[in-house]
């Protein structure tokens, strides 16, 4: 079971983080108020599930877990970043024709 949450939450971060928000106390032990998830729902997904595995699996987000947290956080700010190259190359492309 835990592998195939983790895997769904490669695939579709935010409904995960939604249903352990609403379903679980897993972020609970993590965050001491509701409004850090709720941002981590809205900008960066991924790290917020990293960052919250890291706490509750070694209590401290150091060695292995940092990595791992670090690693999610690049791939949020490259969604992010390659949204935006994406549109501009879009409009690029739509100006020539």
Do not use: E
């Not at 292995?64 to 994406?86: K, S």
Request: include cysteine; hydrophobic fraction near 55%.
């Amino acid at each position: 079971m835990p592998c195939l949450i983790g895997c769904l939450a490669l695939m579709v971060p935010r409904l995960v983080l939604l249903a352990l928000f609403l379903f679980t106390h897993y972020l609970d032990h993590v965050f001491q108020s509701r409004a850090w998830p709720v941002l981590g729902f809205l900008f960066m997904p991924l790290t917020t599930l990293a960052y919250a595995y890291a706490k509750n699996a070694s209590g401290a987000v150091d060695g292995w877990y940092l990595a791992l947290v670090i690693v999610a956080a690049t791939v949020d700010l490259g969604l992010w970043g390659g949204g935006g190259w994406r549109g501009r190359a879009y409009r690029v492309i739509r100006r020539d024709d």
